[in-house]
């Protein structure tokens, strides 16, 4: 990969427009094999011992004239690490001329582990095994791709609560589960929709863009599971035939929990989960139906995802010691991203993309705190604005200045480890990224006042 010094200098970007959308779905069986390590909680006994649900990985393909787009959404913790990406990119970009390639996880504590490194024991056989089948599936949605229309719909479901309650002295208390409902702030109950049909009007995909963490199940459950994010996805699927391939967008859940987080096995965590997945289901399949895809006058995809530089928060080694003495080492080993000795730095994705000039989608790659979603969705030039997290990579936690300030797990905890202010400059920079692809920001100075 060839970095440009600039510090924010763009890894792709590129853009089409045509008179004309094309669109392909495929899913693909991603279930790794029981007795891996499970992803998401320290007080885990164990490694997985059987399979609840299966994990999926879900493709759309999008495309307009040259352009093509792959937007993969995986029933896992976190995305594959930057080695598997790249070689994803490079074999959908020689078997379908794939131009741009984001993928998103929903961030179930209930998959296996998944490292950005492995370098020991080598890429574990099961990832390798789940790459070469996304790869197929991509293809397959390439294709199988017919031309399309977009629309876009949104509603309300509250299934979550802000796990961080300031208190009147300024002390941060946690709040793990809410199962009284007890209102909560801030949280976004926004449930954002894009349905993509056919020309004659038949739905192939549904994406539904939500925030909350996907821990209804916690660290004593040992069974694969998509958790409430698979039960939505089926719940919307069902209501339409069957027919459509039903995408979850995660949104900025950093600080958002489902109100029967971490509910033990012997309390019926099985019956809360599909509570929550059927009451965001239901009201998704409700804004879906109601949505009536027309051709736009102006069909166009633009992308972008540029490498943004930023410093470690902390010092490094006492960083790893925090975290080892919280977690302990094999917490670490799952959890913590790679940082050289010689570096106090890292090098962020941010994923920009603009689909017919009024839908705008950022990834952020890691766990944004709630008030990034909104800020986005208020401050964003056009229409429909979706905010993605855990897209393209993970570096674990992005709190609010003032968040970091207050203190809290995700905001002073060793789990948040890039630099106070990353989140700001992240939407920021995505902002501009969408007001230059409307043509709103100029590369030239305008002399004409002058």
């Given at each position: 990969?060839?970095?440009?010094?600039?510090?924010?200098?763009?890894?792709?970007?590129s853009?089409?427009?045509?008179?004309?959308?094309?669109?392909g779905v495929?899913?693909v069986d991603i279930?790794p094999?029981?007795?891996l390590?499970?992803?998401?909680?320290?007080?885990?006994?164990g490694?997985?011992?059987?399979?609840?649900?299966?994990?999926?990985?879900?493709?759309?393909?999008?495309?307009?004239?040259?352009?093509?787009?792959?937007?993969v959404?995986?029933d896992?913790?976190?995305?594959?690490?930057a080695?598997?990406l790249?070689?994803?990119?490079?074999?959908v970009?020689?078997?379908?001329?794939?131009s741009?390639?984001l993928?998103?996880?929903?961030?179930?504590?209930?998959?296996?582990?998944?490292?950005?490194e492995?370098?020991?024991?080598?890429?574990?056989?099961?990832?390798?095994a789940?790459?070469?089948?996304i790869?197929?599936?991509i293809?397959?949605?390439?294709?199988?791709?017919?031309?399309?229309r977009?629309?876009t719909?949104?509603?309300v479901?509250?299934?979550?609560?802000n796990?961080?309650?300031?208190?009147?002295?300024g002390?941060i208390?946690w709040l793990?589960?809410?199962?009284?409902?007890?209102?909560?702030?801030?949280?976004?109950p926004?449930?954002?929709?894009?349905?993509?049909?056919t020309?004659?009007?038949?739905?192939?995909?549904?994406l539904?863009?939500?925030?909350c963490?996907?821990?209804?199940?916690?660290?004593?459950n040992?069974?694969?599971?998509?958790d409430?994010?698979?039960?939505?996805a089926?719940?919307?699927?069902?209501?339409?035939?069957?027919?459509?391939?039903?995408?979850?967008?995660?949104?900025a859940?950093?600080?958002?929990?489902?109100?029967?987080?971490?509910?033990?096995?012997?309390?019926?965590a099985?019956?809360?989960?599909?509570?929550?997945g059927e009451?965001?289901?239901?009201?998704?399949l409700?804004?879906?139906?109601s949505i009536?895809?027309?051709d736009d006058?102006?069909t166009?995809?633009?992308?972008?995802?540029?490498?943004?530089?930023?410093?470690?928060?902390?010092?490094?080694?006492?960083?790893?010691?925090?975290?080892?003495?919280?977690?302990?080492q094999?917490?670490?080993d799952?959890?913590?991203?790679?940082?050289?000795?010689?570096?106090?730095?890292l090098?962020?994705?941010?994923?920009?993309?603009?689909?017919?000039?009024?839908?705008?989608?950022?990834?952020?790659?890691?766990?944004?705190?709630?008030?990034?979603?909104?800020?986005?969705r208020?401050?964003c030039?056009?229409?429909d604005?979706?905010?993605?997290?855990?897209?393209?990579?993970?570096?674990?936690?992005?709190?609010?200045?003032?968040?970091?300030?207050e203190?809290?797990?995700?905001?002073t905890?060793p789990?948040?480890?890039i630099?106070?202010?990353?989140?700001e400059?992240?939407?920021?920079?995505?902002?501009a990224r969408?007001y230059q692809?409307?043509?709103r920001?100029?590369?030239?100075?305008?002399l004409?006042?002058?």
């Amino acid at each position: 990969m060839n970095l440009m010094n600039s510090s924010e200098m763009p890894r792709v970007t590129s853009s089409a427009a045509s008179p004309h959308l094309k669109a392909g779905v495929a899913e693909v069986d991603i279930t790794p094999p029981v007795g891996l390590p499970m992803y998401g909680y320290a007080a885990r006994p164990g490694p997985s011992r059987g399979t609840l649900d299966p994990l999926y990985a879900r493709v759309l393909v999008l495309q307009c004239e040259e352009k093509r787009l792959a937007l993969v959404t995986l029933d896992l913790g976190r995305p594959f690490g930057a080695a598997s990406l790249e070689w994803l990119r490079a074999a959908v970009r020689k078997s379908s001329n794939i131009s741009f390639l984001l993928v998103v996880a929903s961030h179930t504590h209930s998959g296996p582990v998944l490292k950005d490194e492995y370098p020991t024991e080598g890429t574990p056989a099961w990832e390798i095994a789940a790459l070469e089948k996304i790869a197929k599936a991509i293809d397959e949605a390439q294709q199988h791709s017919l031309p399309a229309r977009v629309g876009t719909g949104y509603g309300v479901a509250y299934i979550g609560h802000n796990r961080r309650r300031v208190n009147q002295d300024g002390t941060i208390t946690w709040l793990d589960r809410n199962t009284t409902r007890i209102p909560t702030a801030p949280v976004d109950p926004v449930v954002s929709v894009l349905r993509v049909d056919t020309t004659e009007g038949s739905p192939l995909a549904i994406l539904v863009n939500y925030a909350c963490h996907a821990v209804v199940f916690g660290p004593d459950n040992m069974e694969y599971s998509a958790d409430f994010p698979g039960v939505m996805a089926k719940t919307v699927r069902e209501g339409f035939g069957g027919k459509p391939v039903c995408f979850f967008l995660q949104g900025a859940p950093g600080d958002i929990n489902p109100y029967h987080a971490a509910t033990p096995l012997e309390q019926d965590a099985v019956r809360m989960r599909d509570w929550e997945g059927e009451q965001l289901g239901r009201e998704a399949l409700r804004v879906a139906k109601s949505i009536r895809p027309n051709d736009d006058a102006q069909t166009s995809l633009q992308f972008a995802e540029d490498l943004l530089p930023f410093h470690l928060r902390w010092n490094r080694e006492e960083w790893r010691r925090s975290i080892l003495t919280a977690y302990g080492q094999a917490f670490f080993d799952s959890f913590a991203p790679p940082v050289r000795p010689s570096s106090d730095g890292l090098q962020l994705p941010v994923v920009t993309l603009l689909i017919n000039k009024h839908i705008a989608l950022v990834g952020l790659p890691g766990e944004a705190f709630i008030d990034f979603q909104i800020n986005w969705r208020d401050r964003c030039p056009v229409a429909d604005a979706f905010f993605l997290g855990y897209a393209n990579a993970y570096h674990g936690y992005f709190p609010t200045i003032q968040i970091a300030a207050e203190g809290g797990y995700g905001a002073t905890s060793p789990t948040t480890w890039i630099e106070v202010g990353a989140g700001e400059r992240m939407v920021n920079h995505a902002l501009a990224r969408v007001y230059q692809m409307l043509g709103r920001l100029r590369d030239v100075p305008d002399l004409t006042e002058w």
